[in-house]
């Protein structure tokens, strides 16, 4: 392979894909975490502005940033809603992760490349992946660990509805890593699949 392999992650929310993207970079991996750029996006002062333009100033904090919270209820509640802030952020973002895998492919540090993106086949951002691994986990399992950051089952399940459906991200994924608390290691499951895809020995 002549060019840094890229690992696109999907799975449900709150299904581990954060945990097992940390367990790559262990494997030498450098990331990209769209969630994270997708927060910067809204700080950046143009689209701050668009979004105040789009959705009123009741999606402010008192200090005047975004209540995530808040935004989140209106558009996780309303498609067109959700699409009117895609419009605003999903280009900037697409261009952020289009900067930093640049920056990662030249770094030789960077063994490979993991981008954690739930809406990347929605998005097409899989385009630059060579594998995509679809992180398994049972709804109960998920709705405990989303309710320890205080999101109801509620909250999971509009999210979710927002996504393309679970049996679909993962038939269009190339592995799955199963992670139940009965699963084997994640590093485990990771360190037989590079070998199986030749990207370890
Ligand atoms: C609506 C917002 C403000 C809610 O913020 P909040 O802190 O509550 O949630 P957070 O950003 O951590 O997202 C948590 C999960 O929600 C889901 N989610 C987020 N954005 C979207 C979206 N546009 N479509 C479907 N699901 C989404 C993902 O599964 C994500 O992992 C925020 O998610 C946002 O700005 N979304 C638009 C940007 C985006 O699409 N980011 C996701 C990149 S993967
Ligand atoms: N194998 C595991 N053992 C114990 N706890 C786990 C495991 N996998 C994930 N968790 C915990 O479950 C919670 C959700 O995991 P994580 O944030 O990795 O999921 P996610 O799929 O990235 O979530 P989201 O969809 O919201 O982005 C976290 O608190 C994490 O520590």
Do not use: Y
Request: aromatic content about 4%; hydrophobic content about 40%.
């Amino acid at each position: 392979m002549n060019h840094k392999p890229v690992i696109g992650i999907v799975g449900g929310i709150g299904a581990g894909k954060s945990t097992v993207s940390q367990a790559l970079v262990k494997l030498g991996g450098c990331l990209i975490d769209a969630d994270q750029i997708g927060h910067a996006a809204l700080r950046d002062a143009e689209n701050l502005q668009k979004i105040i333009e789009a959705f009123g100033p009741k999606i402010l904090k008192e200090d005047g940033s975004v209540d995530r919270r808040k935004l989140g209820s209106i558009v996780f509640k309303d498609p067109l809603e959700r699409e009117k802030l895609e419009s605003i952020v999903i280009p900037w973002i697409s261009d952020e992760i289009r900067l930093r895998m640049k920056d990662f492919s030249a770094n030789p540090v960077c063994q490979m490349v993991i981008l954690d993106a739930a809406i990347m086949l929605e998005t097409g951002w899989n385009g630059v992946c060579d594998k995509i691994l679809f992180v398994e986990a049972s709804l109960s399992t998920r709705e405990k660990r989303v309710k320890a950051r205080g999101w109801s089952a509620e909250d999971l399940r509009d999210r979710e509805s927002s996504q393309l459906p679970l049996e679909v991200k993962k038939a269009r994924a190339d592995a799955v890593l199963a992670n139940d608390p009965d699963s084997p290691e994640i590093s485990t499951q990771l360190v037989s699949l590079l070998k199986n895809w030749g990207w370890r020995r």
